[in-house]
């Protein structure tokens, strides 16, 4: 069984579209995360949420929403695409919030036209 | 805020031995980590110190020194699936967080 899972794996759009990206942990961990990965390779924070509740909310554009039904799930939707937002989007777990190793989903590869 | 650095690249042979240094500035250290990623793959977790000193895991190892801000890890017999990039990580205690550092690409030759 995969232990980060995310969906889709590649992602095609148009500018202005709107599109998510789900995520699903089955380790039973309290802390979810979604990084960006940038062409530079780059992995920058996007944010945290611990139990549900969100920890950390970087300056990333409100065009961004993290979405947590429960302690398993970390959603991403993205409004308004735009050319920049191409990058590769991992979502990762830890056991708590503030200790432990990061477990990274196999990431989602967006590209916007 | 961190400040997280390390090489951008570096070149080593099949057989040999690579250090790959970084060094950090957080004003809440709680965890310094290293991590492999193959090209096209997700991060995966290679070592963790959060005291001063060395550790080791077979062929990696990692140092640290907190009063520095300097970590290295050390990679030992190197094969050629050794090549990939290399990360750095801090976790801070004021903010919970891992940052990573832009990491380290290896290329090993035969």
């Known amino acids: 069984d995969t232990a980060v899972s995310q969906t889709p794996k590649y992602l095609v759009t148009q500018m202005g579209n709107d599109k998510s990206i789900k995520c699903e942990q089955n380790?039973?961990?309290?802390?979810m995360y979604w990084y960006k990965q940038d062409s530079k390779k780059f992995l920058k924070i996007m944010f945290s949420?611990?139990?549900?509740?969100?920890?950390i909310n970087e300056t990333v554009p409100n065009r961004f929403s993290p979405k947590s039904p429960d302690k398993a799930h970390l959603n991403l939707h993205i409004n308004s695409l735009e050319l920049g937002d191409s990058a590769v989007y991992f979502c990762a777990s830890s056991q708590y919030l503030d200790t432990g190793e990061l477990f990274f989903g196999e990431g989602s590869r967006l590209t916007v036209l | 805020g961190q400040n997280i650095d390390q090489p951008t690249e570096m070149t080593a042979t099949e057989g040999a031995i690579v250090q790959i240094n970084c060094t950090y500035q957080?004003?809440?250290?709680?965890?310094l980590f290293w991590y492999q990623q193959h090209a096209g793959e997700a991060p995966t977790f290679l070592s963790y110190?959060?005291?001063?000193g060395l550790e080791e895991k077979g062929r990696f190892s990692s140092f640290l020194s907190r009063s520095k801000g300097y970590s290295y890890l050390l990679l030992k017999e190197l094969q050629m699936k050794d090549s990939a990039s290399y990360l750095c990580a801090v976790r801070d205690r004021n903010n919970n967080d891992m940052r990573f550092g832009a990491g380290t690409r290896l290329t090993v030759k035969p």
């Open positions: 949420y611990n139990n549900k509740e969100l920890i």
């Open positions: 380790l039973g961990h309290d802390t």
């Open positions: 957080t004003s809440g250290f709680n965890g």
């Open positions: 110190n959060v005291l001063d």
